[in-house]
């Protein structure tokens, strides 16, 4: 059973960077699926980051590409998430999922991890 | 950027009754990727359909997916308890991947 696990800080000051990173059980990191990062502002809907391969390829969400970072760690079946100069607005529940479709970061989410809410706030 | 559209924003009805939730695309998605999740208070959200009309392992067969190019559908044959909840569609034709604002289905 593939199971995804969010961890990080639950507050991050105005202009800080945001880091996160999602523990992935269950299935190698490395078997040519895509991994992805999703918020959800509270009481809002959803808003896909971006993604990336085994082989660290990225794509970007153009809206937040200049502020994204996402990097994956194989030996530690991690990947991980830095989104840079926050503000209130950056305030939302952040998921981590699997792209569905493999070699493709065109796909949708069959497993999520449970979201861990990050407010920005001093 | 694709931008979905969904509607009803609300769908008030009784257990038992059959919905019908439309998402509209403002550019046709190519090969018909879309797909349906649905998201239940403090949970994540959970995949109900892919390839517009494709169930994934688990997902019981009173739900449905139509359509193609624009105009997609999810139907629920006959709502039980459990399927009131909020329900995203997401194309994942062309990048950005993009989500609709969801419809909420609630308890008449």
């Known amino acids: 059973q593939v199971q995804l696990q969010e961890s990080g800080p639950g507050l991050v000051k105005p202009s800080e960077t945001l880091s996160l990173t999602c523990s992935v059980s269950?299935?190698?990191?490395?078997?040519?699926?895509?991994w992805g990062w999703i918020r959800q502002p509270p009481g809002k809907g959803l808003e896909w980051f971006g993604s990336?391969?085994?082989?660290?390829?990225?794509y970007y969400n153009p809206s937040l590409k200049s502020r994204v970072t996402i990097s994956i760690d194989t030996s530690k079946n991690q990947f991980s998430l830095k989104l840079t100069s926050v503000t209130a607005a950056d305030t939302a529940v952040y998921y981590c999922?699997?792209?569905?479709?493999?070699?493709?970061?065109?796909?949708?989410?069959?497993?999520w991890g449970q979201g861990t809410l990050v407010a920005v706030s001093s | 950027e694709i931008v979905l559209t969904q509607s009803p924003g609300t769908l008030s009805l009784s257990p038992g009754e059959r919905a019908t939730l439309s998402c509209r695309a403002s550019?046709?998605?190519?090969?018909?990727?879309l797909a349906w999740y649905q998201q239940k208070p403090g949970q994540a959200p959970r995949l109900l359909m892919y390839?517009?009309?494709s169930r994934p392992t688990g997902i019981p067969d009173r739900f449905s997916g139509s359509g193609s190019g624009t105009d997609f559908t999810l139907t629920i044959s006959r709502l039980e308890p459990e399927d009131f909840a909020v329900y995203y569609c997401?194309?994942?034709?062309?990048?950005?991947?993009?989500f609709g604002p969801g419809t909420k289905v609630d308890v008449k």
């Open positions: 997401q194309q994942y034709g062309s990048s950005p991947l993009t």
């Open positions: 390839g517009a009309s």
């Open positions: 550019q046709s998605v190519s090969s018909s990727y």
């Open positions: 999922a699997r792209g569905a479709r493999i070699a493709t970061h065109q796909g949708d989410f069959d497993y």
């Open positions: 269950g299935y190698s990191i490395s078997g040519g699926y895509y």
């Open positions: 990336i391969s085994h082989r660290g390829g990225t």
